[in-house]
Each structure stands twice: as C-alpha cells, then as structure tokens.
C-alpha cells in the first residue's frame, strides 16, 4: 500500500517568510511523528499526534514552530518568521497506536536564504 | 532523560568484511530498541528491533541483541555488501518513561568499497 507522503519535497523561502510542511501518514496509523534532521546530525523530535491530540508537544523549539492534524490523518507543520537555522530536513513517520515501529516519509528538504 | 550513544562515523569497509557499529543507551525504564537504516536518496526504515533483554533482532544479514547490563545494542554483519552503504540510526522509545518519544543517535555513515 501507500506509504508516508510529505509535501513538498523541496522548499527555499526567505528568511521572515511563513511556511507550511505537509504529511499525509498512512491509511489506519493513527499516531503521527513530526522530526527535524539538520545536515550530518541525528533526528531531533519535535511532535506527536495521537489522533488528533498532540500529548507531546516537548520538542517544539520555539513558538514559531506549530502543528496541526485533521481527521485522523493529515498534519501540517507551521514555520512562522523563518530562520537560517530552521533550515533541515523535516521528516514525517507514522505507526500503529500501541506499536513502535515508525514509518518514515521522504522528508521535506527547507532552505531559508 | 533517556539517551542514546552511537559510534561516529564514517567507517569504511571493503565488501564482505565483517560490520560492528556500537551502540550505548541510558534509560531509566525498560526501552524497545531500534536500528533504522537510511539509503542514499530514501526515506528512514526500520532494519530491526528488539523489546526486551536478550532479544536478537535480526533483518537482511543484520544483527543487534539488546544487552542490558552494558546497556548496548551493537549492529553486527558477516559480510557487508556494497548496498548496504547508508547511514544507520540506533533508537530507543520507552513508553513508561518517555511516553511515545523515540530517541535517535546521531547516526553511522557506512562506506562499502567493492
């Protein structure tokens, strides 16, 4: 089946500039990761859904930094004011509730110049 | 908090040596332990798993037991391959203590010269 989607693929913005990343999990998970992956370093977390609830907010950096997810299935992350150092890999996964095993998206590659 | 320690990389090898990247957590309860593999232009996967002491995950030639009392979970292989050149993740997630939260090493770059 379908795997995890995310959308765009790449994205360069202008520092100041507001974005939107997007994740589309799969079918029937209903728990949601959002991570960041800055270049050469390891996942750095950042949100969980389980449905739509969001219990682990804890790695959010800044309040810059938000997310939603609607009907169980599709979660955006919102960038407000862009950085130079909000610049990473943004990477989706998903699981089954109950199951650890994550399922990763390709990522979202953002460039803030 | 929990944690987790992994060698750095890169580490080069010539095809069919023998593979051992270290892995070292901290965890204050009984954490599930990973390993996720990154091929060059994909998407993380999961390789193996293992959920409690002494278990042994095992998955395409690769090899972790979850050794508790030198809290480690070392990815071994016999005899590597030139495709198996990626990067490697050791993770951990403790429900108990962590809630849903898996924690990533920094990751091992594999080189496999043919």
């Known amino acids: 089946g379908a795997g995890v989607s995310q959308s765009p693929s790449n994205k360069v913005t202008e520092k100041g500039k507001d974005v939107e990343l997007r994740c589309d999990p799969i079918?029937?998970?209903?728990?949601l990761y959002w991570y960041r992956q800055r270049l050469g370093q390891g996942l750095e977390f950042l949100i969980y859904f389980q449905g739509n609830s969001a219990p682990d907010k804890s790695g959010l950096p800044s309040d810059r930094f938000s997310a939603e997810r609607t009907g169980e299935s599709v979660s955006t992350l919102t960038i407000q004011r862009t950085q130079q150092e909000d610049s990473a890999v943004y990477l989706c996964a998903s699981s089954i509730e109950g199951n650890y095993e994550q399922y990763f998206g390709p990522g979202t590659r953002l460039t803030v110049t | 908090g929990n944690s987790v320690t992994q060698m750095e990389g890169p580490v080069t090898l010539s095809e069919e040596a023998f593979l051992t990247i270290n892995c070292t957590y901290t965890?204050?309860?009984?954490?599930?332990l990973f390993w996720y593999v990154q091929y060059p232009g994909e998407g993380l996967q999961l390789l193996l798993k293992a959920t409690k002491a002494d278990d042994k995950g095992s998955n395409k030639g690769f090899e972790a037991t979850y050794r508790k009392e030198t809290t480690s979970f070392h990815l071994e292989k016999g005899s590597v391959q030139v495709s198996d050149s990626a990067v490697y993740f050791c993770a951990l997630s403790d429900p108990y203590t962590g809630g849903f939260k898996t924690i990533f090493g920094a990751g091992t770059r594999l080189f496999v010269k043919a």
């Open positions: 965890a204050t309860g009984y954490p599930s």
């Open positions: 079918s029937g998970h209903t728990a």
